[in-house]
């Protein structure tokens, strides 16, 4: 890299993006890479700071950023993204639909680890819109070895692509609301078009909505019949703390060939539980999930619409960002629940 004064560099191609920033207003690239500077340009370059600018010489075992970051960005990307042409030397990534963000940390630490390279991402498991922004990748010198970059596409060959979006499948649901005050119609039933919002929020379809009373067997019937009816998918709402009367956890537990886990760390959504018969996961959502706009259900349900199948190790894990603050006006996903 030679360093020449913006006087003598008329004439000259610039090697990279020179960024401008005013305040409140602007920051982006004022000259873009391959400008040639002109005499007209000297005197905002001077305005912008710039008094010198940098020439590459590269030789043929480097890369330009731009060159680097394309190639970077191309490795790391999995299914459901798609990636930007380089400004001021990043490449971003977004998401080509609607779905649930997936981030290879193992993968994403190793790239890490290797001096001059960076990526940033969104948390893993956030639901994000098409054309949302989830990645970002540059080096950080204005060039960098080829052979840097080789082990990173060798790493994601290894390890698997870093960044991907997972479809949310439009999964058939079946919810089963339990209690003997609403089966009884003593009172409204206002847990089911809850869950029947939180589906179809979630991409899924809804097969049908069956109540049962406080009794076992009416409620592994309910779930049998919404099963055989073809649900993907059972929720079932209430039922699920220690009262004397709350059988839900038992008639899940009656009817599953594996029970996951009953209570998940995570706040509201403690009383959770999650179980499988055959390959259908049965979801025992707790009351939280009435009240609270935002619990273990948000975290749990775009992991299964996308057909992932969880371990307890994977329930066990949300503790670590599993307290929600029950901020007075809701932001999540943006927020630190669940991260």
């Given at each position: 890299?030679?360093?020449?004064?913006?006087?003598?560099?008329i004439g000259m191609v610039l090697a990279h993006d020179l960024t401008k920033i005013v305040p409140g207003q602007f920051k982006?690239?004022?000259?873009?890479?391959?400008?040639?500077?002109?005499?007209?340009?000297?005197?905002?370059?001077?305005?912008?700071?710039?008094?010198?600018?940098?020439?590459?010489?590269?030789?043929?075992?480097?890369?330009?950023?731009?060159?680097?970051?394309?190639?970077?960005?191309?490795?790391?990307?999995?299914?459901?993204?798609?990636?930007?042409?380089?400004?001021?030397?990043?490449?971003?990534?977004?998401?080509?639909?609607?779905?649930?963000?997936?981030?290879?940390?193992?993968?994403?630490?190793?790239?890490?680890?290797?001096?001059?390279?960076?990526?940033?991402?969104?948390?893993?498991?956030?639901?994000?819109?098409?054309?949302?922004?989830?990645?970002?990748?540059?080096?950080?010198?204005?060039?960098?070895?080829?052979?840097?970059?080789?082990?990173?596409?060798?790493?994601?060959?290894?390890?698997?692509?870093?960044?991907?979006?997972?479809?949310?499948?439009?999964?058939?649901?079946?919810?089963?609301?339990?209690?003997?005050?609403?089966?009884?119609?003593?009172?409204?039933?206002?847990?089911g078009p809850v869950l029947e919002q939180k589906v179809r929020f979630y991409g899924g379809t809804l097969l049908g909505v069956?109540?049962?009373?406080?009794?076992?067997?009416?409620?592994?019937?309910?779930?049998?019949?919404?099963?055989?009816?073809?649900?993907?998918?059972?929720?079932t709402s209430g039922g699920m703390s220690v009262d004397a009367d709350d059988l839900t956890p038992t008639a899940i537990r009656?009817?599953?060939?594996?029970?996951?886990?009953?209570?998940?760390?995570?706040?509201?959504?403690?009383?959770?539980?999650?179980?499988?018969?055959?390959?259908?996961?049965?979801?025992?959502?707790?009351?939280?999930?009435?009240?609270?706009?935002?619990?273990?259900?948000?975290?749990?349900?775009?992991?299964?619409?996308?057909?992932?199948?969880?371990?307890?190790?994977?329930?066990?894990?949300?503790?670590?960002?599993?307290?929600?603050?029950?901020?007075?006006?809701?932001?999540?996903?943006?927020?630190?629940?669940?991260?």
């Open positions: 890299m030679k360093i020449v004064n913006v006087e003598d560099a982006g690239a004022a000259f873009k890479k391959g400008h040639i500077i002109r005499p007209e340009d000297i005197p905002m370059l001077k305005d912008m700071g710039k008094n010198h600018i940098n020439v590459l010489e590269l030789s043929e075992n480097d890369l330009h950023e731009d060159d680097a970051a394309i190639r970077i960005g191309m490795a790391i990307s999995g299914e459901g993204v798609y990636t930007t042409q380089p400004s001021e030397g990043k490449v971003t990534l977004k998401a080509k639909e609607r779905g649930l963000l997936k981030i290879n940390l193992d993968a994403l630490d190793e790239v890490n680890d290797i001096e001059m390279i960076i990526i940033a991402t969104l948390h893993n498991n956030t639901v994000v819109d098409k054309d949302q922004s989830v990645a970002g990748t540059r080096i950080i010198p204005l060039s960098i070895n080829k052979d840097k970059i080789e082990t990173i596409e060798k790493i994601c060959k290894d390890l698997g692509s870093i960044v991907s979006v997972k479809e949310l499948k439009p999964l058939k649901a079946g919810i089963v609301v339990t209690g003997s005050e609403v089966y009884h119609g003593r009172i409204t039933d206002k847990f069956k109540y049962a009373s406080d009794d076992i067997d009416m409620i592994q019937a309910s779930i049998n019949e919404l099963i055989g009816q073809g649900a993907d998918i059972i929720l009656n009817i599953s060939d594996r029970v996951i886990t009953y209570g998940s760390p995570v706040l509201p959504g403690a009383m959770f539980m999650l179980a499988y018969k055959g390959n259908i996961p049965i979801l025992g959502v707790p009351a939280c999930g009435m009240y609270h706009k935002t619990t273990v259900l948000d975290l749990i349900l775009p992991r299964i619409m996308t057909g992932e199948v969880l371990s307890r190790k994977e329930i066990t894990r949300l503790g670590h960002g599993g307290l929600c603050l029950n901020c007075k006006v809701c932001h999540y996903p943006v927020c630190p629940f669940g991260k």
